[in-house]
């Protein structure tokens, strides 16, 4: 079975508005990271937030970590239209071989 | 820099036909990675491969082989197509820690079995 559980399935929102999303996940990891698939591409690497991490920004981006809860989240913040996509948490419990595990994923529409 | 590379982009079968999807990468990466993904489902891991020689089971693998004879190429069999295949494929590949594993992916092969 999968290993995160991603919660809004789907979000829609005004231009300017913050997007959240939640991920939610089972076992043990060394790091947690967050993907963006535009439709009909493959996935872009947005941002990794190690276990020992409790937030990290990059951009428009904030994602937390809360290891106790085995939860993240991803904040985009002043969203655009651009940003429209479905955003997926990938979790890597590190000694797998780069075996990453994906949530089901959170589909944003940011409407102009 | 091509990055990952996948072919074809779309392909039909028959079922019980057989066919390789390739997957090629030329970023010297140690890592590389097959999913399928389904609508609602997410991707789910075929198969992966930690170096050239080596291979191992994903979530999924029943019904394809893979195998890893160069750091580059990762190619993924199907050996006897069933409609339950119908899905998009991605190919990823990532560095070994502790450079990193943020993987890259190609963009997909979007496979059709009738």
């Known amino acids: 079975s999968q290993q995160g559980e991603e919660d809004p399935q789907a979000l829609s929102i005004q231009e300017g508005e913050n997007a959240t999303m939640n991920c939610s996940y089972k076992t043990s990891i060394n790091n947690l990271q967050w993907y963006r698939q535009n439709s009909g591409r493959g996935l872009v690497h947005l941002i990794l937030i190690r276990s020992n991490e409790r937030e990290k920004h990059s951009g428009r981006l904030r994602v937390t970590l809360d290891t106790s809860k085995k939860s993240s989240s991803l904040l985009i913040t002043a969203s655009r239209a651009a940003d429209t996509a479905s955003y997926f948490c990938a979790t890597d419990a590190g000694n797998q071989g780069g075996k990453l595990i994906f949530g089901q994923g959170t589909e944003l529409s940011v409407k102009p | 820099n091509a990055g990952v590379t996948q072919t074809p982009k779309f392909q039909v079968l028959k079922t019980g036909q057989s066919m390789t999807l390739q997957c090629a990468q030329d970023m010297n990466h140690e890592y590389m990675s097959w999913y399928r993904q389904d609508p609602g489902m997410g991707l789910r891991l075929i198969h992966y491969s930690v170096g050239a020689g080596i291979t191992d089971q994903g979530e999924v693998p029943n019904g394809y082989n893979v195998s890893r004879s160069t750091t580059e190429d990762f190619p993924l069999r199907l050996l006897s197509a069933a409609p339950s295949q119908t899905s998009v494929y991605f190919c990823?590949?990532?560095?070994?820690?502790?450079?990193?594993?943020?993987?890259?992916f190609g963009q997909g092969t979007r496979l059709t079995v009738v």
């Open positions: 990823a590949s990532s560095y070994s820690p502790p450079k990193g594993t943020e993987a890259f």
